[in-house]
């Protein structure tokens, strides 16, 4: 135990010192009114109409945003999971291109790609010889593609570490049972993986919370969001 505590520590200590710390100092310095200790900021915040919906706009914003990015980041996992062995690290490197870039140019990138006359809505047009100017930006759809785009590898990973772990004798067994695959699939290697599904959706929740650049660049007047 004392080992393991040794490993803990470094991370726990730079954990207080980058983030405890500060809300603490935050805190201390929002109680105090005209030289005297009050809370009255934090009952202006839960009595303002306007932090009550913002908050339920970062609330619906985010939970939309991890349902999309969990959706499609277990079938980019199982994909994944499905190619040959000496494949797979060339699919883990196209899952980790959005981590080369800042978010803030990649929000900038997407409103060249999703505009009016971007990239989608030209190619759109070039197929059905007139552009159809699809709003795909300044709204919830241009927020949700950009804070997926960023969320998905948080999903991938997880969950392609534990597709990989699991015994495919399993799934082997279930096939002599007379299981066809889809049913193998819902009932053995779906419920096997919900551990991963778990840690991707929370990890994918909270970090949605704190997104900035992407809603104010992507999003309409009705997706502004807490850290906005």
């Keep these: 135990m004392s080992q393991g505590a040794g490993f803990v520590l470094p991370a726990a200590i730079l954990f207080c010192v980058t983030l405890v710390a500060p809300i603490l100092y935050i805190f201390y310095f929002r109680v105090q009114d005209a030289g005297a200790y009050s809370l009255s900021g934090y009952k202006w915040i839960v009595d303002s109409a306007l932090f009550a919906r913002v908050f339920m706009t970062t609330l619906e914003v985010s939970v939309m945003s991890t349902a999309v990015s969990v959706i499609l980041g277990y079938m980019l996992a199982y994909f994944l999971y499905t190619l040959p062995s000496h494949r797979r690290p060339l699919g883990l490197v196209f899952v980790l291109l959005p ?34 100017e699809l709003p795909l930006i300044f709204n919830r759809i241009g927020v949700l593609i950009g804070m997926s785009n ?4 948080f999903v991938v990973f997880p969950v392609l570490a534990n597709l990989l772990n699991q015994d495919r004798n399993l799934l082997r067994a279930a096939a002599i ?17 919900a551990p991963a599904i778990a840690a991707g959706t929370l990890m994918c ?11 104010a660049l992507l999003g309409g007047r009705d997706d502004v969001m807490l850290a906005n």
């Design 99 to 132: 981590f080369w870039t800042s978010i803030l140019v990649k929000s900038y990138s997407f409103t060249i790609i999703l505009g009016r006359n971007g990239l989608i809505n030209d190619s759109i047009g070039r197929i059905i010889r007139f552009n159809p």
């Design 177 to 193: 049972m007379g299981a066809h695959p889809l049913r193998s699939f819902l009932r053995v290697t779906l419920p096997l993986s």
């Design 205 to 215: 929740l909270i970090i949605s919370f704190g997104f900035f650049v992407t809603p």
């Design 150 to 153: 960023y969320l998905i590898p």
